[in-house]
């Protein structure tokens, strides 16, 4: 579910921590380290996969459906 999250040096630190987060069930932490590191870099299309699932984890639907639009705006063309 992560792909090449945590291989930037920019954000690696935070994307680390979401994932660590994310594996043990902290899906709201997860979500926060995320955003800081889309703070850094917002344009990350594979951070905003990784705040859709931890969304999705949480039936949170308001926050997964923006971060699928995100990932939609990112990468127009692959959006078939």
């Known amino acids: 579910a992560y792909g090449n999250l945590?291989?930037?040096?920019?954000?690696?630190?935070h994307v680390n921590l979401g994932i660590a987060y994310s594996?043990?069930?902290?899906?709201?932490?997860?979500?926060a380290s995320f955003n800081?590191?889309?703070?850094?870099?917002?344009?990350?299309?594979?951070?905003h996969w990784a705040l859709?699932?931890?969304?999705?984890?949480?039936n949170q639907?308001?926050?997964r459906i923006a971060s699928y639009k995100d990932v939609i705006r990112i990468?127009?063309?692959d959006a078939e």
């Open 36 to 47: 800081e590191a889309l703070r850094i870099k917002p344009d990350d299309v594979n951070l």
């Open 52 to 58: 859709a699932h931890d969304y999705t984890l949480l």
């Open 61 to 63: 639907n308001k926050g």
């Open 75 to 77: 990468t127009p063309d």
């Open 23 to 31: 594996k043990l069930g902290q899906q709201r932490d997860a979500i």
């Open 6 to 13: 945590g291989q930037n040096q920019e954000t690696g630190a």
